[in-house]
């Protein structure tokens, strides 16, 4: 729980920092797309945390590039 705790301290002084002040220069497009990937980033890093398994995204993306490409398995 210390890894949790030292990630949602970095977390918040990266928000405070860098993020507050992006917002009031009205970069509005960079803020919300920092915020999406911190938000994935941070649920993906708790759920690691609790040892909760993430299913791959490899084969769905394999079969995409499979399907599209016309490939044979």
């Given at each position: 729980?210390?890894?949790l705790?030292?990630?949602s301290?970095?977390?918040f002084?990266?928000?405070?920092?860098?993020?507050?002040?992006?917002?009031?220069?009205?970069?509005?497009?960079a803020?919300?797309?920092?915020?999406?990937?911190?938000?994935f980033?941070?649920?993906?890093?708790?759920?690691?945390?609790l040892?909760?398994?993430?299913?791959?995204?490899?084969?769905?993306?394999?079969?995409?590039?499979?399907?599209?490409?016309g490939l044979q398995?």
């Open positions: 729980m210390i890894i705790a030292l990630c301290l970095t977390i002084l990266f928000v405070l920092f860098d993020l507050i002040p992006l917002y009031r220069k009205k970069k509005r497009k803020f919300w797309i920092y915020i999406i990937l911190i938000f980033a941070y649920t993906s890093h708790v759920l690691y945390i040892d909760i398994k993430i299913p791959s995204p490899a084969t769905p993306i394999k079969k995409l590039v499979i399907y599209i490409w398995n």
